[in-house]
Each structure stands twice: as structure tokens, then as C-alpha cells.
């Protein structure tokens, strides 16, 4: 059974940094993509960032490009989150995703994270 548990989330102030992980287990995903969704109440689920199944290169949303950083280590099958000067709009539970399969974003002519697994979710909520 796969299970990706979520860590690191917390209460931190305007400016501040937290670190996620997430630890993967079940089967193995060096070779698949692996990232962070948020979702904020009455929104939808949206993407942060991600390592790609192809090359492991890394994508970031632009509201977060220079702020945030995901690494990985594959050896213990975990991704993380550095999240630095944070705002009080990345509020939000933060989501793990790993997928099984390959997937392609046509539009943006791109590997793609589609999320066929999620962790449980982990809150960060940044003060002003």
C-alpha cells in the first residue's frame, strides 16, 4: 500500500521559512514525479512545484519562483519543500502528490505531475 506522509508544516511569521517533507513508501519513486499542491479553503487545489519523471527537472509556480525550493533523495524515497520569505497568502494545506504512471503536458509542451497519490496534507499558516 503506498502512503506519503506530509511533515514540517507549523505557524511562522511573515518573512520566515518552514521546511515539508514527505516520505514515500509502498513502492518506489525515483523514476516518477514527485511534488507540492495547496489548497486554501473555497479554492481549488493548486500546483507549487514538482520534480519531473524526466530528467528530474524541476518546475515551480509562478508565485513561488525564488521563494520556494524542492529537492529530493531518492535513497530514502522523500521529497522536500524549502520554503523561504514566506507570505501570508501561502496559507494553505500543503499537499504531497506522486504518480505511478508518465504524463505529458501537451500545452505547456512539458513533463507533467498528475497526482495519483496524495499525502494527507500538512498546514502552514504565515502571520502578518
Known amino acids: 500500500q503506498v502512503q506519503l506522509v506530509e511533515s514540517g508544516g507549523g505557524l511562522v511569521q511573515a518573512g520566515g521559512s518552514l521546511r515539508l517533507s514527505c516520505a514515500a513508501s509502498?513502492?518506489?519513486?525515483?523514476?516518477?514525479?514527485m511534488g507540492w499542491f495547496r489548497q486554501v479553503p473555497g479554492k481549488e487545489r493548486e500546483f507549487v512545484a514538482y520534480?519531473?519523471?524526466?530528467?528530474?527537472?524541476?518546475y515551480y509556480a509562478d508565485s513561488v519562483k525564488g521563494r520556494f525550493t524542492i529537492s529530493r533523495d531518492n535513497a530514502k524515497n522523500t521529497v522536500y519543500l524549502q520554503m523561504d520569505s514566506l507570505k501570508p497568502e501561502d496559507t494553505a494545506v500543503y499537499y504531497c502528490?506522486?504518480?505511478?504512471?508518465?504524463?505529458?503536458?501537451?500545452?505547456?509542451?512539458?513533463?507533467?505531475?498528475?497526482?495519483?497519490?496524495w499525502g494527507q496534507g500538512t498546514q502552514v499558516t504565515v502571520s502578518s
Open positions: 520534480f519531473s519523471w524526466s530528467g528530474g527537472s524541476a
Open positions: 509502498g513502492r518506489t519513486f525515483s523514476n516518477y514525479a
Open positions: 502528490a506522486a504518480d505511478g504512471s508518465y504524463y505529458y503536458n501537451r500545452h505547456d509542451q512539458r513533463p507533467a505531475i498528475n497526482g495519483d497519490y
